[in-house]
């Protein structure tokens, strides 16, 4: 009796593992925070975000262009560490406007530096008009062509054509289809000398499979009163 109650339990333990994996294996494969594990997870779980997100519904579409080997690859990509390191390590050697090419092209990180007009702003130049800008920072990481994750930063600011006069507002926002990935930002307060306009924020990212923190970084945003942007990216 006893021998036929252990066979049991051990049958039941058996089942349980094995539900177990299938659950973590198939809750992976559908995009949830974790591994990559297929290609059809990762469409699947573009497909739920296409919905709403019309980022995700261009992405989606590029995605299914691509021919089954590149698809593959791109899901590889997504599960190393290495890659996403990359995104900003590699950046920070980069000019506004320059890119650099890994793993024999397939993946692309590129560095942007932008100085606009602040949105909703008129301007009527003279000589004592207030000029309303926005510098902002921002890094690319491409898969075949495919936008991945992008990590911007950005400062509001007035000059008024001799010196920053004030900062009235900055931010950051994050562009991330790598599920495997958790990136957190922590803005901190805009400020500004006679010369420039400041804004920092601290980056944080995370393989689910891998622990602690794979990268935290500070990005520094910077604007002027001659219309130019700059920046930086540092090890925290």
Known sequence: MMKKVGMLLLSLALVVSVLGIASSVSAASHGKQGVLQSVEGYTQHLGELAKHDQEANQLLKEFKALDRVKQEKLIQYLNDPELFRAL????????????????????????????????????????????????????TQE??????????????????????????????????????????KDVRSHYHTSVRAYSTTIWEGAFARWTPIVVSKEQKVWGTYWNTAGGYLINL
């Not at 004592?128 to 800008?133: F, G, H, L, V």
């Not at 950005?154 to 000059?159: E, G, I, Q, S």
């Not at 507002?169 to 599920?179: D, E, I, K, L, S």
């Open 143 to 184: 898969i075949f062509g495919l936008k991945i994750t992008k990590l911007s930063s950005y400062v509001r600011y007035t000059h008024n054509g001799y010196r920053v006069t004030s900062t009235y507002g900055n931010g950051a926002y994050v562009t991330n289809y790598n599920f495997g990935v958790k990136i957190t």
């Open 88 to 139: 900003i390590e590699k950046s920070n050697a980069l000019n506004a406007g320059e890119s650099v090419a890994l793993k024999n092209g397939d993946v692309l990180i590129r560095k942007d530096l932008t100085i606009t007009v602040d949105e909703g702003v008129e301007e009527v130049p003279d000589l004592q008009a207030t000029y309303y800008r926005r510098a902002t920072y921002t890094v």
